[in-house]
């Protein structure tokens, strides 16, 4: 038989004798040429098969079994000819066949186009079972790559003639299928995809984006028959999900086709789902009930096997699960056998842990579900009590499967790249706000379940999850209940996360600097907590934090800086605390409680309770608080808050630096310095009517506090100052205190003398500190507070004698007043008169008088001015003869007090003359005082 024949006869659907049919089939068999006797080459033996194939029927199975070897022969060729690239055309093993493959591919689209039918069914199975072994076949190649890259691989077989052909070959029996009985090809495609997967995944790649919605609707319509086949929910495996590809060869090719159209079928996959799960609810279509009874096990297994799918349906399918659907699903399950219906929940358990990115949508619908009925439910979710039974079943096995999760990684802990991820707690790690509100919410049938999550959380993300986890509770805490929440939280992880409470405080700490209700919140929490019992290391560690958490005492807001003196006032001093640390924190402490004070808030006490803790840490610290409340105090801007007036210009230039000025006012401290040296006229005199930006002075008086308000705030200040000194008024103040005070007050009101200077000089001397007097009794006439200061120190003696300068100066221009006074009567000059009897109170109070010396301002307001002034000169003259020296004083053990002998000091009875003809001036007035003043 000539070629040339049989090539025409081959692209024609030409009849032949029964004669010449017999050849070719002697020919075919034994791939001879029975006339002229040689050997058939590769395409004339495949182009006698094609002629068989047109016009002999019962030969097309043996002759389509040929023509595999000519595909495969042709893909090797192509195959070699890859690995031999850039050898010589002449070296290549083999002639081509895309000739013939493409005679072969025209031959049987002409079947399938003529009888789709007969044709379809086989072709389509033929092409793809050859397509799957030569993918598995030269999967080994050097040119070959991996089954993991399937675009290449994609690339790589569609370039090949022959594989391109056998494509197109399914393609078209596929299409001509697909409206008629599509199955037939896509169990072709599973049963080709479970023996030759992964090798054969770029066939499943192309046909699925080819007919996306055919595919994904009629692999899964098969995957599930194959699961019912197989047994249904009896070979679900919770423990093993991927083993069931044993029992359900299929269902792996159906997670691997649906995997490689999940990355632009997505939406496809999702609705095609749902779909198939609400169905299988819904009233039976299916001839076969046991296939809508197997459609959530088998949607479950196939969730399990691919987390893609998982992640694609799990949001939706949770947003559609309505109490009419619970109902249905409970319905429909009831009925199962134990082991089945555990074997059920095993699997649910699993794909919740395996959850992700619904992670907290699926944990949110598990507890609003499984609360109890007394509970209120949101919207919507009041379910039956089987439902909801079923659900605290499942939310059980969840946090007992999770427990073991998690503590079952291994030594490693978290930071182990060898420990195993658990999806579903990746998901809810970045939700801990959310987390920690619906923990602390009133359900307290969920409070048990939301608090073991959060500990297995903290367990699993580490300790600094941990940290954040408990801070956010205690900054979230509303009420002592919800606030032991977090302590129960702390003692359930205190053996299993090591330092948690200190990087716990350090989070709290650096949370408190963003002002808001929630920073006011934890610092009272924290408080509340350090106060209590059983929390020393959380004071210990937040001790640590002392310095940053003092930063936060002058802060404007109330809740804000009031919570930290609150807490502050509660820790421990750390031993690490620096001098410099210390005197920050007694600074912020004492600018809190003036704060508190100008803006009239009711929690003053806190700030002084956290002074009077650091002033009893160590005599450096009762210093530092005592001075910065005085010289607080004696500032120009808290003058007010004590009944006090501004301060008024400095007399001269000289005088500028014992002027306190406001910050801000140095031009204008400036100006009064020159207009004060200088008599300027005119226009000039206009600047000081007011402050450039401030507008015109206040009247005098006006602005002032209530005399009731500004004698609160001094008496809150002085019981301070006591409780910091360790007494309690009226009772004594150590002398170490009222040293402080009085240095304090000296600094404050003269800066540029020194606490040497105590000797009291001759009459005449004190006439070249006039300037200075004035300035000291300016600022005792502007400032009532300063007379209960010095009292304060005289509470202490010998302290006063280090106020000596402040003494001199006032009992000075005192005596100058009286002089020049005309009036009749001391009531004339009631602020004098007033200065006078507590400066000479204050003297005898702190021993540099004697008792009878000490007394004689009772009878000042029944004195004229000059008899007035001839007593305090006799004040003078003791007190120069009679020095205020600390050393005239002596230490009493028993009392633990100074006290002074003024025996010693010699006959005091001289000083009394004055007094004593006063008296007798005045005998008809004051005769029966006589007595008094007696020594």
């Given at each position: ?113 003529s009888n789709p039918k007969a044709w379809a069914p086989l072709v389509s199975g033929w092409s793809i ?312 919410r009133p359900e307290c049938k969920r409070h048990p379940w939301q608090h073991q999550l959060l500990g ?87 001790s640590a934090h002392a310095p940053q958490l003092g930063r936060l005492l002058p802060h404007g807001d ?378």
């Open positions: 038989m000539a070629a040339a024949a049989m090539e025409g006869s081959a692209n024609s659907r030409v009849g032949i004798s029964s004669q010449e049919l017999l050849q070719e089939v002697k020919a075919f068999i034994s791939g001879t040429d029975p006339v002229q006797g040689h050997k058939l080459t590769v395409k004339e033996h495949a182009r006698c098969g094609i002629l068989l194939l047109r016009n002999l029927p019962p030969a097309r199975s043996a002759v389509l079994e040929h023509l595999r070897g000519v595909f495969d022969e042709s893909v090797g060729s192509y195959i070699l000819e890859l690995e031999r690239e850039g050898t010589p055309a002449g070296h290549l093993g083999s002639p081509g066949l895309d000739d013939v493959t493409q005679e072969i591919q025209a031959v049987l689209s002409e079947f399938v186009r079972d050859l397509m799957g072994q030569l993918s598995s076949k030269y999967s080994g190649r050097h040119r070959v790559p991996h089954a993991s890259s399937l675009n290449e691989l994609l690339q790589l077989w569609m370039s090949c003639k022959a594989t391109r052909a056998l494509m197109e070959i399914y393609v078209q029996c596929l299409s001509s299928m697909i409206s008629t009985c599509p199955d037939a090809c896509v169990d072709a495609l599973l049963d080709t995809s479970v023996q030759h997967s992964p090798h054969f995944d770029w066939v499943v790649a192309h046909i699925g984006s080819s007919f996306p919605n055919t595919i994904i609707s009629r692999v899964l319509s098969c995957g599930l028959k194959d699961f019912c086949l197989h047994g249904g929910p009896s070979s679900v495996d919770p423990l093993l999900p991927s083993s069931a590809d044993q029992r359900v060869p299929k269902i792996a090719s159906v997670v691997g086709i649906l995997g490689h159209l999940a990355t632009r079928h997505s939406d496809s996959i999702k609705q095609e789902l749902l779909l198939m799960f609400h169905e299988s609810l819904g009233p039976g279509r299916d001839p076969q009930p046991q296939h809508q009874e197997a459609t959530v096990p088998f949607l479950l297994q196939l969730a399990a096997m691919s987390p893609a799918l998982l992640g694609a349906v799990s949001a939706e399918l949770v947003d559609s699960l309505k109490p009419p659907v619970l109902d249905q699903l409970h319905q429909r399950f009831s009925g199962l056998g134990r082991e089945e219906a555990d074997n059920l929940l095993g699997l649910l358990v699993h794909l919740v842990c395996q959850s992700g990115a619904g992670a907290h949508r699926v944990l949110r619908f598990l507890l609003e579900t499984a609360a109890p009925a007394s509970v209120i439910t949101s919207p919507g979710l009041a379910v039956r009590d089987s439902v909801r039974e079923a659900c605290q079943r499942v939310v059980q096995l969840l946090l007992l499967h999770l427990q073991r999760l998690v503590y079952g990684r291994g030594p490693g802990g978290p930071g182990d790249p060898q420990a195993r991820s658990v999806p579903f707690l990746d998901g809810l790690k970045g939700r801990l706000p959310e987390l920690c509100r619906e923990a602390l297995l959380l903290a367990v699993y993300c580490g300790p600094s999850w941990a940290a954040e986890a408990l801070c956010q509770l205690l900054a979230l805490a509303s009420c002592p209940e919800e606030l032991a929440l977090a302590g129960q939280l702390h003692s359930a992880l205190s053996s299993s996360v090591p330092g948690l409470v200190p990087a716990t405080a350090g989070r709290c700490v650096a949370r408190l600097h963003s002002a808001g209700p929630q920073a006011r919140r934890l610092l009272l929490n924290l408080a509340s907590l350090v106060r209590g019992e059983g929390a020393a290391g959380l004071a210990e560690a937040l109330a809740g804000l800086s009031g919570g930290a003196a609150l807490l502050l006032a509660a820790l421990p001093l750390p031993p690490s605390l620096g001098p410099a640390q210390l005197l920050g924190l007694v600074r912020a402490a004492t600018s809190r409680f003036f704060l508190a004070l100008r803006r009239g808030w009711a929690d003053q006490a806190s700030a002084g309770e956290l002074l009077a803790r650091l002033a009893a840490s160590s005599l450096p610290a009762l210093r530092a608080v005592l001075r910065q409340l005085v010289a607080s105090a004696l500032h120009p801007g808290n003058a007010s808050l004590f009944g006090g007036k501004p301060a008024r210009p400095a007399a001269s230039p000289s005088s500028s630096s014992s002027s306190a000025s406001s910050p801000g006012d140095s031009l204008l401290g400036v100006n009064r310095e020159f207009g004060a040296a200088v008599g300027f006229g005119g226009v000039w005199a206009v600047f000081h009517a007011g402050v450039i930006g401030r507008g015109l002075k206040p009247p005098p008086g006006r602005g002032l506090l209530p005399q009731a308000e500004a004698s609160g705030n001094a008496f809150r200040l002085l019981a301070l100052a006591v409780r910091c000194s360790g007494g309690e008024a009226p009772g004594h103040v150590s002398a170490e205190a009222a040293q402080a005070v009085a240095l304090a007050l000296v600094e404050g009101l003269c800066p540029d003398v020194t606490a040497s200077e105590l000797a009291w000089p001759p009459e005449e001397q004190a006439r070249g500190t006039v300037e200075r007097d004035l300035q000291i009794r300016n600022r005792f006439q502007d400032n009532p507070l300063l007379f209960s200061l010095l009292r304060l120190v005289a509470l202490g003696p010998p302290a006063l004698c280090y106020c000596s300068v402040l003494l001199r100066g006032l009992l000075a221009t005192l005596v100058s007043h009286w002089e020049a006074s005309r009036h009749l009567s001391t009531t004339s000059s009631p602020w004098q008169l007033h200065a006078s009897c507590e400066l000479l109170a204050c003297m005898a109070e702190g021993q540099l008088l004697p008792p009878t010396l000490g007394s004689m301002h009772e009878i000042f307001h029944l004195l004229t001015p000059f008899e007035v002034r001839l007593l305090l000169l006799s004040v003078w003259a003791y007190l120069r003869a009679n020095g205020p020296l600390p050393q005239k004083f002596s230490f009493d053990s028993e009392t633990g007090r100074f006290y002074r002998d003024f025996s010693r000091d010699g006959d005091v009875a001289k000083c009394l003359e004055v007094l004593h003809s006063v008296l007798h001036k005045n005998i008809d007035r004051l005769g029966h005082l006589y007595g008094h003043f007696q020594l």
